[in-house]
């Protein structure tokens, strides 16, 4: 089985890679390390890795013609709605239009492909109030990131239905765990507080703590993937969550617990763009057989376990 991973340098890539090459797959990673490290890939000397960005065509229609890939998991982005804000134009560059040009160089050249993965976002659901939100919830994107994230979720949707293209969406929720690049203002919540516990720093918390989140393990997040990739038959949307609504008071309550730990929090304003509630209805990615394996204690466990 051969599979391309864009973005397998990355937090939720890197995970994805090791997992599919323990399960014997040929993986090549393609990552500019903008966001990724390399210290993230366990498995060098097993995968085929190219230090390029998504934008950069000439490359990645080379490597989409030789490859004969059996799989394509389209991870790499802009990753962060704070950071899509400051930088909409680069966003829309990756984020959408590197999408739309692999999409349609794969049509143009008919490269066989047995299923496309694109990794949308809960972004796309927005501020609606109406929770949970299920793939056929209103859409109301809030940012550039979001607004990126939906159009290529729709560009895979149409190349599927036009052009018979195999392709699929993830809308992930938030995702944590351990390789989640703390040192960015724009890096997971989860991995900002962790970093703070672990160096008993201030915690910078955005609003008053009552705005929620449906938080999902990696580990978890992978196994649905490969899942979605290898069982779903049509060009649909899933929701990768946990199904949980959890305030951020809440996971630090939790969090505290388990470290043994006080967080120190600094107040300050709402961040712009953000989302009051998130949770996700997740009754398909359940259909399809998929059931989370860690309840938010447990991964919270695990992920201070591996610092
Ligand atoms: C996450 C994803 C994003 C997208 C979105 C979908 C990350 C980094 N971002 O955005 O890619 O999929 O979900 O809805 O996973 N916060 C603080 N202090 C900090 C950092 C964050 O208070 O130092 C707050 C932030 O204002 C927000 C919450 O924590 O209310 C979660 O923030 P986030 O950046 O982890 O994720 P989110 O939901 O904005």
Not at 113 to 136: M, T
Not at 179 to 198: A, D, E, F, R, W
């Amino acid at each position: 089985m051969k599979v391309l991973i864009t973005g397998g340098a990355g937090f939720i890539g890197s995970h994805l890679a090791h997992s599919l090459v323990k399960r014997g797959a040929e993986v090549t990673i393609v990552d500019d390390l903008s966001m990724g490290r390399l210290s993230n890939i366990a498995d060098m000397a097993q995968v085929t890795f190219y230090q390029r960005s998504v934008c950069d065509y000439e490359f990645m229609h080379g490597l989409l013609k030789r490859g004969k890939f059996d799989y394509i998991y389209f991870l790499a982005a802009i990753a962060s709605v704070a950071d899509s804000i400051k930088r909409p134009w680069e966003t829309h560059q990756v984020n959408s239009e590197a999408i739309l040009n692999s999409l349609e160089f794969i049509r143009r050249e008919h490269i066989k492909v047995k299923r496309i993965l694109f990794s949308s976002s809960a972004a796309v659901y927005g501020d609606d109030l109406q929770v949970p939100k299920g793939e056929g919830s209103a859409i109301r994107p809030l940012s550039p990131y979001a607004i990126d994230k939906f159009l290529a979720d729709r560009y895979m949707a149409a190349y599927g239905k036009l052009y018979h293209l195999p392709t699929v969406c993830v809308r992930f929720f938030n995702v944590y765990g351990p390789k989640q690049n703390p040192q960015s203002p724009y890096s997971g919540v989860l991995s900002i507080i962790t970093n703070c516990l672990v160096k008993g720093r201030q915690f910078k918390l955005y609003g008053d703590g009552t705005q929620t989140r449906d938080f999902i393990f990696v580990e978890d997040v992978v196994r649905a993937m490969i899942m979605i990739v290898e069982k779903s038959t049509a060009s649909t949307v899933f929701n990768v969550a946990n199904g949980q609504e959890n305030s951020l008071a809440e996971v630090i309550q939790v969090y505290e617990k388990i470290a043994r730990r006080t967080l120190k929090i600094d107040y300050l304003a709402p961040r712009a763009g953000d989302i009051k509630r998130s949770v996700a209805d997740v009754s398909r990615l359940n259909d399809l057989g998929f059931k989370s394996r860690w309840t938010l204690a447990a991964g919270l466990e695990a992920y201070w376990n591996s610092v």
